[in-house]
Structures are given as C-alpha cells and as structure tokens.
Nanobody, 122 residues
Framework: QLQLVESGGGLVQPGGSLRLSCATS????????ISWFRQVSGKEREGISC????????YYADSVKERFTISRNNANNMVFLQMTNLKPDDTAVYYC???????????????WGKGTLVTVSS
C-alpha cells in the first residue's frame, strides 16, 4: 500500500502564497505520476496539476496555470505544490494522488492522501 501524506495547508490572505508538500516513497516517485487535486464541499474533486514519474513532465489546469508550480525532490521523496497569488476560489481540501500516468480524472488515481485544508480569506 503506497502512502501519500500531505502537509502545508493553512489560512492565507488573498494574493498570498503557500507551499504544499506530499511525502511518499522512492518507489512511488520512480513508478507513479503524482497529481494534486482539490475539492470543495459538495463539488467534484478537481485535478489541478501533475508531474510524470520518468520524464518529469508537468501539467496544469487552466484555473491554476501560471500561479501554481509542481515539483519534486527525489532525494527526500517529496512532491511540492507552490501556490502563488492565491484567490478565495482556491479554498479547498488539497490531495495528492498517485497513478500510472498523468490524468485529471479522480477515478484514474490508484492511491490518495488524506488531504490538507487551504483557506484563502482576509
């Protein structure tokens, strides 16, 4: 069973920045694409970014493009989501997930973390 553990959520003012972390294993980073999803209560889980295991290619949803950056640190088995220029609409529970390839579909993920709450409010 793969483990994915998110951290770094919290309260931030509009226009601020936050960095989320997803701790996992070397095996996971070597063989799985890691995605970030977010979910607002009552709405479907939205895929917002992904980093491929081998080539390290990255993908972003239009809603976060040019504001969020996904990266990974293979030495520490971590994947990060740097979020800048945050807006109230970014308020959600953020999850990292692992799958065989990058897909924005929640149903396509094989493993999930438990999530971390991000609140953007003044």
């Amino acid at each position: 069973q793969l483990q994915l553990v998110e951290s770094g959520g919290g309260l931030v003012q509009p226009g601020g920045s936050l960095r989320l972390s997803c701790a996992t294993s070397k095996f996971t980073l070597d063989y799985y694409a890691i995605s970030w999803f977010r979910q607002v209560s009552g709405k479907e889980r939205e895929g917002i970014s992904c980093i491929h295991s081998a080539a390290g290619s990255t993908y972003y949803a239009d809603s976060v493009k040019e504001r969020f950056t996904i990266s990974r640190n293979n030495a520490n088995n971590m994947v990060f989501l740097q979020m800048t220029n945050l807006k109230p609409d970014d308020t959600a529970v953020y999850y990292c997930a692992a799958a065989g390839g990058c897909t924005s579909h929640a149903s396509g993920q094989d493993y999930w973390g438990k999530g971390t709450l991000v609140t953007v409010s003044s």
